[in-house]
């Protein structure tokens, strides 16, 4: 009987520890559409535009005409706002 009770134990164990995990992913997703939400292409475009000494001119061009261009910078927005939200995510569970 000892054994059934451990492997009962193990497995509302493994079960809890996956239930953990999907929140986990779920509050990183939302965390993640919020802040690619919250950054869109313009901002990156005000960024560049204040930052680097080309024309302004050059600088909307490359997003306004050049589709590669907006897709990458697009995926990179993404991929920023995963990782941050990686990160927010594990700050918020050290409150828990």
């Known amino acids: 009987m000892n054994a059934y009770r451990a492997y009962d134990r193990e497995e509302y164990r493994r079960e ?6 999907v929140l986990d992913e779920e509050e990183e997703a939302e965390l993640a559409d919020q ?3 919250e ?6 475009e005000a960024m560049i535009t204040s ?6 001119k050059a600088v909307s061009q ?9 897709d990458a910078a ?8 995963e990782v941050i939200s990686k990160n927010q995510a ?3 569970r050290s409150f828990q």
């Open 16 to 21: 809890d520890a996956e239930a953990l995990k």
């Open 35 to 37: 802040f690619d939400n």
């Open 39 to 44: 950054l869109p292409l313009s901002k990156l």
């Open 51 to 56: 930052s680097l000494s080309a024309d302004k």
């Open 62 to 70: 490359a997003f306004m005409d050049n589709v590669e261009f907006q």
């Open 74 to 81: 697009a995926e990179f927005l993404r991929y920023t706002a």
């Open 90 to 92: 594990k700050i918020n």
